[in-house]
């Protein structure tokens, strides 16, 4: 059974920071990538940042400078660190993760930034 338990979700004033932890298990095939999306009210899911098997990365324009992602691939774990945060990234973050047979998603993990 696959299982994403994602964790590290608050509330923080604007300019402070949080760090998101998505560890995976149950997962038989190979992971190409793990990720964080994000959904606002009212508003679409939309990625915020990737990362490859390999290392590579891609962010959302939002998040470049600000968002840095990591994985360790051994523990099958994805990181988001998320720094001088504003009020409009609040938002419920999932977790993704992409491989050959499917996605996989998270339950959501909520971040409130209070201006």
């Known amino acids: 059974q696959v299982q994403l338990v994602e964790s590290g979700g608050g509330l923080v004033q604007t300019g402070g920071s949080l760090r998101l932890s998505c560890a995976a298990s149950g997962i038989s095939f190979g992971i190409n990538a793990m990720g964080w999306y994000r959904q606002g009210p009212g508003q679409q899911r939309v990625l915020v940042a990737r990362?490859?098997?390999?290392?590579?990365?891609n962010y959302a324009d939002s998040a470049k400078g600000r968002f840095t992602i990591s994985r360790d691939n051994a523990k099958n774990t994805v990181y988001l660190q998320m720094n001088s945060l504003k009020p409009e990234d609040t938002a419920v973050y999932y977790c993704?993760?992409?491989?050959?047979?499917?996605?996989?998603w998270g339950q959501g993990t909520q971040v409130t930034v209070s201006s």
């Open positions: 993704n993760v992409n491989t050959w047979v499917s996605d996989y």
């Open positions: 990362i490859t098997s390999t290392g590579s990365t």
